[in-house]
């Protein structure tokens, strides 16, 4: 089985919240761990966000900071296209979603089109999550 994780999900394996064991426990369920590439930006921000809000030292990111560039290269990451952005698009306004929740459901559902295994999909968001299942994807949280 392949996970799809959306930032929130991702961020989670980095920074300890709410929720982080879950996402840790279906990362170790998975054969293989993906999410878009716009991810990468969007945990960075939150990474430094974080730190700006002191919520950790200046050793502590820059110990997120290289977990998270050690492991980005074992990530099946999917790449933004234009037919991608115009699904999101799409998805965006069929689902209800904000933009970057439609393209991480976007990705996904291109993953699963894709893969030779299960696509199962890992949010924190309730409305991303109701859009996924309608979509068809399973929920790692079921895992």
């Known amino acids: 089985m392949m996970l799809y994780l959306d930032t929130s999900a991702l961020v989670k394996l980095y920074v300890d919240e709410t929720k982080s064991e ?4 279906a990362v170790g369920q998975a054969d293989a761990v993906a999410t878009s590439l716009l991810a990468y930006t969007e945990a ?12 950790f ?6 110990r997120i900071v290289g977990a998270f560039e050690e492991d980005w290269n074992r990530y099946v990451v999917v790449e933004v296209t234009d037919g991608l952005v115009k ?3 799409l998805l965006a306004e069929s689902r209800a979603l904000r933009g970057y ?3 991480h459901l976007a990705s ?3 993953l699963q089109n894709r893969a030779t295994v299960s ?10 999550m ?6 068809g994807l399973f929920s790692a949280a079921d895992l």
Do not use: P
């Open 44 to 55: 960075r921000a939150a990474f430094a966000r974080s730190r700006r809000e002191r919520r």
């Open 108 to 110: 996904a559902l291109n």
């Open 22 to 25: 879950a996402v840790q426990h």
């Open 57 to 62: 030292t200046s050793q502590v990111y820059s």
């Open 87 to 89: 699904a999101a698009g």
């Open 130 to 135: 109701t859009a996924a299942k309608l979509e």
């Open 101 to 103: 929740d439609a393209l």
């Open 119 to 128: 696509v199962s999909f890992m949010a924190f968001d309730r409305q991303l």
